[in-house]
C-alpha cells in the first residue's frame, strides 16, 4: 500500500499492530513448565518473563493446616477468659510443638508453647505470643512449669487457618498471568510441579543499514556501530520472545528478502529496524511494500515512520518495521510492539500503567503530534525530562526512567502542569 497523506494516531497505530499481531496468538500453544529450585537454579532461562497458558487450580489449600502466627502458648481461650492483671490465670505448660512436628493434642487447662508455623494443637483455638506471658520465656523441656496470662484472648487470635490463604480446588492464578518469584512461589506452596506456559514467540530482528557494524569492529569513515540489535533484542527478551537476530548490513532489498525468506519457517514474527522513511534505498520499504506492508507516518515524536502488515515472502508472515534511530526504535516498542506482542501471549495487563506527575519545568512540544519525552520522576511526583526531543539521543534515555507523554494540541508545557507518563524501569 502507498503511504496515506493523514498522519495516523497513536492509538490508531497501536490497535492496528495489536491487530496483526494478534494473527500469532493461536501458535503459541502451552508448554509445560516444571516448577522446582533445581530446575530454577539449573535453566533460569525457562522461567523469565512467561505467561500462564491457561488457569491454574491449587492442588491443596494453602495453609494445609491450622498453625501459629507466633512464637508464643496455644490455649484455649475459655482457659484464659477471666484473666486480668490483677487476676490472672496460671495454667501448666505441656510439650513444646515446633514447626515440622506431627500433629499433636492440646490439654484442657494447660499452655502448649508453639513455634511459628507450627500446627495448631487439636484442642486449642488461639495463640498468645510469648511477650504477653509472665515469664515472657519458654520453660526448659520436661521442667515442670506454670505461666500466667493477664488478660483474655479471642477464639482464633494469631492463628493461620487452613485454606486461609487458598482453598484446595481454587483457582490459583488465572491464564494471562506473569509468572514471577510470588507466582512461583504460591505454585511451590501448594504443591504443584508444574504450570502451563505459552510458547515464546519466536521473533527475527533484523536491524537494517549499510553502515551498521557489530561492537568492536574496526570502524571505516561514515559506519557506526549497531545499538538496535542489542537493544531491541534485550526489549523482546524483557517480555518473553525468543529472538534470533539478524543484521542486514546492505541497502538492497534482495539481500534483506533474502534473510527473511530464509528465517522465516520458523518465527511468529518479523521486526525491522530502519529504512521506512520516504528517502532512496529505504531497504525495509523498498522490500515489502509490494508485498503487502503498509508504511504510514503516525503524528508522533520521535518515531513517526512506521510499517506493518502480513508480508508475502512468499507464504505470510506478520511483519512490523520501526525506524531506524535508536530512541525512536526503542519508543516505537514501548508504544506499539510491547503490548501487541503481551496482548497475543494473553497477559491480562500488557499496557504500561499510566501515571500522573507534574512538570518540573517548562518546554515546548510541536503541537502537531504526540510527545515522548525521556526524563525521570523524582519522589515527589515531578518529571524532570533528560537530553533534548532528538532521536539520537540515546544516552538520555539510558539515564531515563520514565516516557513523558505532552499529547497533540500542546505546543507549551509549564512548570507544574499535570502530564501522563510510563515508568520504563521495570
Known amino acids: ?44 532461562e525457562r522461567f523469565t518473563n512467561r ?19 507466633m512464637d508464643g502458648f496455644a490455649v484455649r ?48 483455638d488461639a495463640v498468645i505470643p510469648i511477650e504477653r506471658a509472665d515469664p515472657p520465656v519458654f520453660p526448659a523441656p520436661s521442667s515442670e512449669a506454670a505461666v500466667r496470662f493477664a488478660e483474655p484472648v479471642a477464639t482464633g487470635t494469631f492463628v493461620r487457618t487452613a485454606g486461609s490463604d487458598v482453598a484446595s480446588g481454587q483457582i490459583l492464578l488465572r491464564a494471562g498471568s506473569r509468572l514471577g518469584p510470588p507466582q512461583l512461589g504460591v505454585v511451590a506452596g501448594t504443591g504443584a510441579t508444574t504450570v502451563p506456559v505459552r510458547r515464546r514467540p519466536r521473533v527475527l530482528l533484523v536491524s537494517t543499514g549499510h553502515e551498521i557494524r557489530d561492537p568492536g569492529s574496526r570502524l571505516q569513515p561514515g559506519q557506526i556501530y549497531d545499538a538496535n540489535t542489542v537493544a531491541l ?7 518473553g520472545c525468543a529472538v534470533t537476530a539478524i543484521p ?29 522513511s520516504a528517502g532512496a534505498r529505504e531497504v525495509v520499504r523498498d522490500a515489502f511494500e509490494s508485498r503487502g506492508v503498509r508504511f504510514e507516518k503516525v503524528a508522533m515524536q520521535p518515531g513517526g515512520p512506521q510499517g506493518f502488515g502480513l508480508a508475502t515472502v512468499p507464504e505470510p ?37 499510566l501515571r500522573r506527575g507534574r ?18 520522576v523524582h519522589d515527589d511526583g515531578t518529571l524532570e525530562l533528560v537530553g533534548g526531543p532528538s532521536s539520537h539521543l540515546l544516552h538520555s534515555y539510558a539515564e531515563s526512567t520514565v516516557l513523558v507523554h505532552v499529547p497533540v494540541g500542546v505546543s507549551a508545557v509549564a512548570a507544574g502542569d499535570e502530564l501522563d507518563y510510563w515508568r520504563i524501569d521495570g
Open 1 to 44: 500500500m502507498v503511504q496515506t497523506g493523514m498522519m495516523r494516531t497513536i492509538e490508531d497505530h497501536r490497535r492496528a499492530v495489536s491487530a496483526l499481531v494478534a494473527g500469532i496468538s493461536s501458535a503459541l500453544e502451552a508448554e509445560v513448565l516444571r516448577v522446582s529450585g533445581e530446575e530454577l537454579t539449573a535453566h533460569p
Open 51 to 69: 505467561v500462564l497458558a491457561s488457569d491454574l487450580v491449587a492442588p491443596s489449600s494453602l495453609p494445609s493446616f491450622d498453625n501459629s502466627q
Open 77 to 124: 481461650s475459655a482457659d484464659v477468659a477471666i484473666a486480668s492483671p490483677t487476676s490472672p490465670v496460671s495454667l501448666p505448660v505441656a510439650a513444646r510443638v515446633a514447626a515440622g512436628d506431627s500433629f499433636t493434642r492440646h490439654l484442657p487447662g494447660t499452655a502448649t508453647p508453639i513455634m511459628t508455623g507450627a500446627a495448631l494443637p487439636e484442642g486449642a
Open 233 to 239: 533484542t534485550a526489549a523482546l527478551q524483557s517480555i
Open 248 to 276: 542486514c548490513r546492505s541497502d538492497d532489498a534482495a539481500d534483506l528478502l533474502e534473510i527473511v525468506v530464509r528465517e522465516a519457517a520458523g518465527i511468529d514474527l518479523v521486526v525491522t529496524v530502519g529504512g521506512v
Open 317 to 353: 508472515v506478520p511483519v512490523v518495521c520501526l525506524p531506524g534511530n535508536p530512541v525512536s526504535a526503542l519508543v516505537s516498542f514501548e508504544a506499539f510492539l510491547r503490548p501487541a506482542i503481551l496482548s497475543a501471549l494473553g497477559d491480562s495487563d500488557p499496557q504500561r500503567e
Open 359 to 376: 512538570a518540573a519545568h517548562a518546554f515546548d512540544s510541536p503541537p502537531a503530534t504526540h510527545q515522548l519525552r525521556r526524563g525521570i
